[in-house]
């Protein structure tokens, strides 16, 4: 089992910056991919869009469309945590982001992950 807590969202005008952070508690982090997927207001659960993946040795990483360049993820296998780096943020960001884990390859498809946190508000004001 595991368990994914996410932290660091919050309010921030257009054009700044935000590092979302999400701890695991297992003890073979190392072998999960990890997502951030966002779900926008309005939004079901199950429209929740893809952000960003990352290879369970963190040497692959990969990004949507609509945030690539602005947005990093990372991980650090030593603290079990896995990060998102958001900069240029625009209003069109604001959403509830959520962190997810899978053993094995990475992947943008939500349905896919088998771990979920409890997702974090990241509003973005004009």
């Known amino acids: 089992q595991v368990q994914l807590v996410e932290s660091g969202g919050g309010l921030v005008q257009a054009g700044g910056s935000l590092r979302l952070s999400c701890a695991a508690s297992?003890?073979?982090?190392?072998?999960?991919?990890m997502g951030w997927f966002r779900q926008p207001p309005g939004k079901e659960r199950e429209f929740r869009e893809f952000?960003?993946?990352?290879?369970?040795?963190?040497?692959?990483?990969y990004y949507s469309d609509s945030v690539k360049g602005r947005f990093t993820i990372s991980r650090d296998d030593a603290k079990n945590t896995m990060y998102l780096q958001m900069n240029s943020l625009k209003p069109e960001d604001t959403a509830v982001y959520y962190c997810?884990?899978?053993?094995?390859?990475?992947?943008?498809?939500?349905?896919?992950?088998?771990?979920w946190g409890q997702g974090t508000q990241v509003t973005v004001s004009s």
């Open positions: 297992v003890r073979t982090f190392s072998s999960y991919a």
């Open positions: 952000v960003a993946a990352i290879s369970s040795s963190g040497g692959i990483t």
């Open positions: 997810a884990a899978r053993p094995g390859l990475y992947t943008s498809a939500a349905y896919m992950y088998d771990y």
